[in-house]
Structure formats: structure tokens, C-alpha cells
């Protein structure tokens, strides 16, 4: 545990999978003094008491940032511009705001307006997450060794832009730096599409389950029921990914559907050699991941956190 914490006072609007992860983990780490939170729904704020991993729960924004050195927006991306405007008036001189949404340019253009002066503003990105939600979901562990992408707007304090890097490096994460167009654009690929494709199959395995009386869901291989757990993720979110990063995504798109094409071709004349190739690359890929450390045996979707499943009920 640190010797001293690292911000007195954090406020977490939102405690979801994320909110209640960086609660436990900033709990488990001692690097908060106080955590207050609120959350839109009643009952959510009432499990989150039940729960007693943060100190307060209170009924609004405004009353969870007053006095706050680190303000977290945990909520979805389509949110945070409304929520940005309401809490500006409330925020403390030298506090630092971020957030954790997977898209970063609309966050820059839909936030960053409303952060007063004296107020740093550092959008983060966490790269980790399981297809559970709500505020049971959250663990400790969630961003150990995974990546957290911060993209603070040119001209930002680089001393608080060293405060949250330091914070979610005690969380457990390996932090990047980048701009947030670069970022849209990698994480285009690397999460949303996947995402898209995802949500894609598992429709098409819908509609044709009824025709087989469910035998698609019965005999689902190791593939498709990969897909489903990337599918169940949180509706509100994914919706505000792709609105909020439609044009990196639809670039994204665009490819993967020439790609598509090629291996289209390659099945109706019989190419084996292409598909063998193709398959010989894509398999390297995987290789590379697992041994860069960014994935084993318990990738984020089955990693091991107290009674989740039972919580999850």
C-alpha cells in the first residue's frame, strides 16, 4: 500500500464495470483518501451503498465533484458532453478530469469545452473489461497489465497529466500517450470493429436459430460463443462507440469488407493456397499477442473475480 494517497478526493460519475473497478483497485492500492460516487439510477446508488466500497454515495453530479482533485466520467461517451456542462461550475481549481470511454476525439470536442480554467483535462482510455455490467461487475484485478491510453489535448499540465498516469499505473495498467485521432483510428480496429462484427454474427445466428429450432445456440462451437460474450456487452455504449467514431470505423469497415471479398473469391475457385496463407498470417498475429503478455489462459472476458457470476444474477 502507498505511503500517501495520490488524490485526497475522487469523484466517480458512473459505477458501472469500470467505475466499480477503479474504486476497488484505488481502494485495494490506497490511493484515494475518499471516494464519493453517484450514479442516474436510485438503485444503483443504493447497491453501491449496500456494497460499501466507496466512502459516499450522493443523489448528484454537482455534489459528487465539490471538492474532488480527480473527477472520472464512467458513463457512456453520448453522456459525458451533458454531464461535462453540468459539473463545470462545481469543479475545483487544479482538479484533473478524465474519463474512460473507448472513443477520444468526441470526447475532446464534446467535453473540453466545458473545463474551466485552473481545470485539467486528461481523457483515459482503460483497455480492459469483461461483457458483465452494472455496479456488482467491478474487481480489483480488472486493469492489471492491460493498457490505459491517455490523449490530453495539446497545451495540457503535463505534471497532471503525470498525476493520472501514476494513478493508473498503481491501478495495475501500462500506460500510452497518444493524440485522440490516432487513437480512434486503432481502436477502430482493434475493439470497435470486432465489436460490429460480433454483434453482426450473433444476429445472423439469431435469425437462423429459428429456423433450426435453436441448434445454433445448442451446438455453438468455441468461435461463436467467443462472439456472443463480446455481444452481450452494454447496448448504451457500443450504440455511442460507433455514432461517436463513425468515420474511423466505417474506414475500418471498408477494408475489412475488401479483405472479405478477396477470401470470398478465394473459397468459390477453390484457391486453397490463399486461404492457407491468409490464415498462416492471421495465425502469427495470435501468437504475437499471447506473447507480448496480452492475453493467456484467462483473457478479460473469463478473468477470475469473487462470486461475479453469482453477483451477476
Not at 461487475?137 to 491517455?150: D, Q, T, V
Not at 486503432?186 to 450473433?202: N, R
Amino acid at each position: 500500500m502507498n505511503a500517501a494517497p495520490h488524490f485526497k478526493r475522487i469523484a466517480l460519475i458512473g459505477f458501472g464495470l469500470i467505475g466499480g473497478s477503479i474504486a476497488r483497485g484505488a481502494r485495494a492500492q490506497g490511493l484515494v483518501g475518499e471516494i464519493v460516487t453517484t450514479a442516474r439510477s436510485e438503485k444503483t446508488r443504493a447497491r453501491v451503498t449496500e456494497l460499501g466500497i466507496v466512502d459516499r454515495v450522493v443523489e448528484t453530479n454537482a455534489e459528487a465533484v465539490a471538492d474532488a482533485d480527480l473527477v472520472i466520467l464512467c458513463i457512456p461517451v453520448g453522456a459525458c458532453g451533458a454531464v461535462a456542462a453540468e459539473i463545470a461550475p462545481c469543479l475545483k481549481k487544479g482538479a484533473v478530469v478524465s474519463d474512460v470511454g473507448s472513443v477520444k476525439g468526441a470526447i475532446v470536442k464534446d467535453v473540453g469545452p466545458h473545463i474551466p480554467d485552473g481545470v485539467h483535462f486528461v481523457p483515459a482510455h482503460p483497455v480492459a473489461g469483461t461483457e458483465h455490467s452494472g455496479p456488482d461487475s467491478g474487481f480489483a484485478e480488472l486493469f492489471i497489465n492491460r493498457w490505459c491510453i491517455l490523449t490530453p489535448p495539446e497545451g495540457t499540465d503535463a505534471s497532471a497529466v503525470e498525476r493520472l498516469r501514476a494513478f493508473w499505473a498503481a491501478l495495475g495498467a501500462r500506460v500510452e500517450i497518444m493524440t485522440p485521432d490516432h487513437h480512434d483510428l486503432v481502436l477502430a480496429i482493434t475493439s470497435h470493429l470486432p465489436h460490429l462484427i460480433a454483434y453482426t454474427i450473433v444476429g445472423t445466428a439469431d435469425e437462423l436459430a429459428q429456423v433450426t429450432s435453436s441448434e445454433v445456440i445448442k451446438f455453438s462451437a468455441g468461435g461463436f460463443r467467443d462472439f456472443t460474450r463480446i455481444a452481450a456487452s452494454d447496448p448504451t455504449m457500443w450504440r455511442d462507440v460507433f455514432l461517436s467514431n463513425k468515420d474511423a470505423v466505417l474506414e475500418m469497415l471498408g477494408t475489412f469488407n475488401e479483405d472479405l471479398s478477396k477470401l470470398t473469391r478465394a473459397i468459390r475457385r477453390g484457391d486453397g493456397q490463399a486461404l492457407f496463407d491468409h490464415f498462416t498470417r492471421t495465425r502469427a498475429i495470435r501468437r504475437g499477442i499471447v506473447e507480448i503478455g496480452q492475453d493467456s489462459a484467462a483473457p478479460d472476458f473469463g478473468r477470475p473475480h469473487a462470486n461475479l457470476e453469482k453477483k451477476a444474477e
